[in-house]
């Protein structure tokens, strides 16, 4: 067993150092470089490796723990969280975070079926992709309706390529619209796609937009189980009552999180122990997002198919100007 875990650490062990030269280079830079911030700093320098030298064959087990990485770093994230702040404003979240992600499945399967005659799988891996938590939700809807590999690769790439514009644009218009950092937080959970890119986007902006942009991507996140069993059951001709989709779509690191958010705000830890939670989950999030770099790949990008990417251009635009307009109203 020794044996095992020992050569596991071998193999991952080049990449995580990989992603710490990274993040430490991005943490320098942006101590010395005022209005720099670190964790969008390492995305980019993540991206500018991966897209000149590439990432090594050595380094590529490592660099593949950044999914990983991030969660775990959501789950830390959890000790930051006062709960009687969630609670005054949770039905208003709830709320746009539920007609959010209806609205949003029923828009992309409108233009993407109607006006520009997607097949339907394809249509519905989009509309996944795009409602709840991007490629990790194309994926698990995929495997609820059997959508073909092919179908599943061009909704992966146009998602990717959209979190990354994401990544670049939200928090440049966080700096010009006038938000405070929890509707920020809010509108960026609300309207980008995946959780990597809305957590970095977050914090981009301020430690108080990252916690809010965790926490609303997450409610999204928690329907991905609802969903998957709504597509069952459509796909099925209505036939389906498989409720194991509900419970295959509630992530593991969402309920570590809301575990970890509970027992802190009883007072269950000391200050001690919530300082190097609040540690650890900075150091997660740094090594995190350098991996997030290191997954831009700019040539995919440009084989991209055009029609999936004015289907989810026209979603993005809609879902983020109703939820600006939404989150400067009520948040």
């Excluded at 992966?156 to 440049?172: E, H, K, M």
Aim: aromatic share 6%; net charge negative; with cysteine.
């Amino acid at each position: 067993m020794s044996g095992t875990i020992f050569e596991r650490v071998q193999r991952l062990l080049p990449g995580l150092v990989l992603l710490a030269v990274l993040a430490g280079l991005a943490t320098l830079v942006a101590s010395v470089v005022p209005g720099v911030n670190a964790l969008l700093l390492g995305v980019v320098f993540g991206a500018v490796v991966a897209n000149t030298t590439g990432v090594p064959a050595w380094a590529r087990p490592g660099v593949r723990t950044q999914t990983v990485l991030l969660e775990a770093g959501i789950v830390l994230l959890g000790a930051r969280i006062a709960v009687d702040e969630l609670v005054a404003s949770g039905v208003t979240l709830v709320v746009l975070v539920v007609a959010t992600v209806v609205a949003s499945i029923f828009l992309v399967e409108l233009v993407a079926g109607r006006v520009f005659g997607l097949a339907r799988d394809t249509s519905s891996l989009l509309a996944a992709g795009a409602s709840i938590c991007g490629v990790s939700a194309a994926t698990a809807i995929a495997g609820t309706i059997d959508a073909d590999g092919e179908s599943l690769a061009h909704v992966v790439a146009t998602v990717l390529l959209f979190d990354a514009i994401t990544l670049a644009v939200f928090p440049i218009a966080g700096d010009v619209l006038p938000l405070t950092g929890r509707q920020f937080g809010v509108w960026a959970g609300l309207s980008m796609f995946s959780t990597g890119p809305v957590t970095a986007a977050g914090f981009a902006h301020s430690d108080v937009a990252g916690q809010w942009a965790t926490v609303t991507k997450l409610a999204r996140n928690s329907m991905l189980g609802v969903v998957a069993l709504w597509y069952a059951f459509r796909y099925a001709d209505g036939s389906s009552t498989d409720v194991r989709a509900v419970l295959d779509g509630v992530p593991g690191f969402l309920v570590g999180f809301v575990v970890l958010a509970a027992l802190t705000n009883v007072g269950v830890f000391s200050g001690d122990v919530l300082a190097a939670f609040d540690t650890g989950s900075d150091v997660l999030f740094a090594l995190a997002f350098v991996g997030l770099g290191l997954d831009v790949r700019l040539a995919a990008m440009r084989e991209t198919g055009m029609t999936p990417v004015f289907v989810l251009a026209v979603q993005l635009l809609a879902v983020s100007a109703v939820t600006l307009a939404a989150v400067i109203i009520l948040i």
